[in-house]
């Protein structure tokens, strides 16, 4: 369940998350709202793409990825893992936000280990200095260069949309079957799979994100089954399906796939 999170005014001045990009800084700030109040959030990249960028479909889950690792290189997050699960810990969630009565649902504790670890980077005395340039910060930038040359040539915030052909192999993670049990319940979810992968492999068709373009094909699918069952007339008519897929393809020329 997400919850109401404040936001300081030092946040935006701290010298440590100018060093990752603007989409890095977003996400940090969404993973407050999906934390337990003790400052623990599920770790699974899929999860969090989808509660905090739902309608983001050409969000690359490779760039999203990139995100997270660029949080967890200055140590604004921490991984851990408990019973085969994947959690982040918000190393100074306590510090910024006023949690007057906790909630009794929580996540795994932190480990004693990560606990014990000093102070990360992201400290309430560097939001204090309000874009004071520290030794630290400096070296920092000198060994990583300046923000634009971050995002230049680690690629951590340029959006590639580069379109490409559909795996051999295209698995149904359970994050596309949580999605799909929430969002498309009337879907049969194999059939209609089966469906996707044949259209597309039969047209040599070409994806920036195939995981959105499968998700897409299931809401048309509902889409379709719901418009079957108000076709009571009876009389023959071209299939719905193929109008909707001609329209697809036409989109996907326009589009350059």
Known sequence: M???RSIKPGFWDDEKLSGICRDARLLFIGMWNFSDDYGVVRGHPFWLRNKIFPYDDDLEQALFNKWLMALEEIKAIVPFNRNGERYYFIRTFADHQAINRPSQVRNPEVPEDILNQPDSPLTEESVRTHGVLTEDSRQEREGKGNRKGNRKGGETCARKRTAH??????????????????????VEIAAETEKFLDHHRSKGNRMVDWDAAWRKWM???????????????????????????????????????
Do not use: C, Y
Request: aromatic letters at 4%; a negative charge.
């Open 2 to 4: 997400a919850r109401i």
């Open 165 to 186: 052909s559909l795996p051999e192999i295209f698995s149904i993670g359970e994050h596309l079957k949580e999605w799909a049990s929430r969002e498309v319940p009337t």
């Open 219 to 257: 809401r048309n699918a509902a889409d379709w089954g719901q418009q079957r069952a108000r076709n009571v007339t009876g009389h023959p008519k071209r299939d719905v399906l193929d109008d909707m897929l001609d329209q697809a393809e036409r989109e996907e020329v326009l589009n350059g796939h």
